[in-house]
């Protein structure tokens, strides 16, 4: 069968989600081509070669670029197969089975799609039929991703820092999360689980994005230190290999806390910094979302890991459902007195929750009484904060962020405008201490904003 398989979004990044299934399919002996329209135009020769199709759909914003382009192929070729894989493929159900896709796939997706492939090159009538989403959480034997189907690292984001940039691979050495935040789409389908990706299947694929260039790895896990020994295996492995090679990690502020003695070694091994989802500075808002951590002991974590020359990225969610005017102003605080202005994303200040289908949040009985109808394009059930003041400043933020990001505006600019239009809001007396140098100039980051 000709196979081909489409990423719209993965986070500015080379798209493993693509690179991998398409190596197990070659293995299977399918033709395949990758198609990844964050950077490449659409193809329609390419689209007229294939046989099937496979949309990639690890988070919000690439489900709902798939969704639209699916439907610009079920107009183009009505009769040619459809799938939706990844983490958010079971979502939006109403958007996707029967009427976008043939097959919806989550979890650990690889089997499941090579069967339906096989199946449609054997012409067995099931596969072409519509089904409800697969979910297996079943272990998978991996083989390294294929990324000569994928575009160049050059074309991706790299990673900025003295003054450089230097270009950058991405892999996951685990898939799921042992934690249940709330909010968070990984525990709606892994429900607490994770799965491992072979030590010599990512530390083959680490030397083949060395090959290609790449001086920086991002490990993208939901949280690196989950299976914190098979993670400190490949950290020690990739450093004995190429002890150049520099990298960042996700995980929790609580495995920041817990592993204390580790970040000394992992900060010689080329660890540069932590991603970590703080997301607010209300107690109350973070026990709501079952985020396992205090804003006391977030910013431990980053004392602790700045004793160690390691810095943290923040990521936040300033906007729920719960959110106060003040709430948002502790935000603000909270990043000036850290000297993380140029840590976080300005966009960062704008994030507002989504609540998709099946998201755990939803079983909180008082927030249901509070839902608006479900945004069928959006993908997520809408929500209005107790004061409309809130709700129309995310829309200011946004709005004041995107001109800045536009404009190529400095960080600390941006941040100083965001400070303002939100102690406006909150009523508070502009701060009237300068913002720290050392928060925007030098720290290490990726040229391409986070967002889900």
Known sequence: MRVLLISTYELGHQPLHVASPAAALRSAAHEVRCLDLSIEPWDPDVLNWSEAVAFSVPMHTAMRLAVRGAKAIRGARPELPICLYGLYAPIGRDLSVGSLADRVIGGEYEPDLVAWVDGLGHGDPRAATVEAPVV??????????????????????????????????????????????????????????????????????????????????????????????????????????????????????????????????????????????????????????????????????????????????????PFTPWTALDDVADIVDFVAEHDLVGNVDPVQFT?????????????????????????????TYTWAASDAQVDELQERLASLTSDSVASDEPIAATFAKIRDEVYEAADRPRAPEPLLAGSVEGRPRLTEPWFC
């Open 136 to 317: 297996r959480l079943d272990r998978v034997a991996f083989v390294p991703p294929a990324r000569d189907l994928l575009p160049p690292l050059e074309e991706y984001a790299h990673l900025a820092i003295d003054g450089e940039e230097r270009l950058v691979g991405y892999v996951e050495a685990s898939h799921g999360c042992v934690h249940k935040c709330r909010h968070c789409p990984v525990p709606v389908i892994y429900d607490g689980r994770i799965r491992i990706v072979q030590e010599d299947v990512v530390l083959a694929d680490i030397g083949r994005l060395v090959e290609s260039g790449a001086r920086h790895i991002t490990f993208g896990d939901p949280d690196f230190f989950n299976g914190v020994r098979h993670s400190l295996r490949i950290a020690r492995a990739m450093h004995e290999r190429f002890p150049d090679l520099t990298f960042d990690c996700t995980t929790k502020v609580e495995h920041i806390l817990e592993y204390p003695d580790i970040w000394g070694e992992l900060a010689a091994a080329g660890c540069l910094f932590v991603v970590s989802a703080l997301e607010g500075a209300n107690d109350e808002i973070l026990e709501r979302l079952d985020k396992g951590h205090t804003t006391e002991q977030a910013a431990a974590a980053i004392l602790l890991l700045r004793s160690h020359g390691i810095e943290i990225r923040p990521s936040f969610l």
């Open 351 to 379: 994030i507002r929750l989504l609540l998709p289908e099946g998201s755990l949040l939803l079983q909180d009985a008082e927030l249901r009484a509070r839902l608006g109808p479900y945004d069928r394009e959006r993908l």
